[in-house]
């Protein structure tokens, strides 16, 4: 063998042994999420506001919060949604929570309800995920099924949900959400 083939073997080994030791570590969320997360800082991936709307709201679901309280998303009515279904386990989710985080922390303090849905089925994974990363944004998971206007076959899902009932914004995938155009949404439709 060659000396050009055996670099090229033992690089590939070297990239494996990586990628394997990332995997079995559960450390490639991580990686992945922040790798991913670099590109959602370019703002180059951000959600498309449709202001003609995704239909109406169905608020037909039930949540658990982090101490085991049930509410309704009923009990949110009224108010600015912003729903967003994500997971511990799903990079591009991991990569679009810190600037989720940021527009929460900038927003808390206005009529608006960040309900982040977890589908993980492990409460304690999502709870130590939450306590790293020092989240302290509302975190729920599901207590009944998904209304079909809410489904989607991907995580990270965003939602953002006018105080009359109308979809103004669905995304399927990881966005910048933390920019001025989602802001103005925000504010303009809580008003």
């Known amino acids: ?18 990628i ?11 990686v992945f999420g922040t790798i991913q997360g670099i590109l959602l800082r370019t ?12 239909g109406k709201a ?19 009515k009224g108010k600015t949604l912003f ?19 940021e527009l929460y922390s900038e927003m808390k303090n206005e009529e608006i309800a960040f309900v982040m849905i977890s589908v993980d089925e ?16 509302p975190v729920y998971q599901l207590k009944s099924s998904v209304p079909e206007v809410f489904q989607s076959s991907s995580v990270p899902t965003t939602f953002i949900v006018s105080p009359d009932g109308k979809i103004v ?9 933390n920019n001025d155009k989602v802001k103005t ?6 008003d």
């Open 1 to 18: 063998m060659n000396q050009k083939v055996k670099k090229e073997i033992r690089d590939w080994g070297i990239m494996l042994l990586v």
């Open 122 to 137: 492990d409460p304690l994974k999502l709870q130590k995920f939450l306590e790293r990363k020092a989240y302290d944004f």
């Open 83 to 101: 729903i967003n279904f994500w997971a511990t386990w799903c990079p591009p989710c991991v990569a679009e929570m810190p600037e989720i985080y």
């Open 58 to 76: 169905d608020y037909n679901l039930q949540l658990e919060d982090m101490e085991g309280d049930v509410m309704s998303l009923q009990d949110l």
């Open 169 to 177: 914004l669905k995304h399927a995938g990881m966005a910048s959400y």
């Open 185 to 190: 949404l925000l504010r303009n439709i809580s």
């Open 20 to 30: 394997g030791g990332l995997y079995f570590t559960g450390w490639h969320v991580e």
């Open 43 to 54: 703002g180059v991936m951000k959600p498309n506001i449709n202001e003609e709307g995704f």
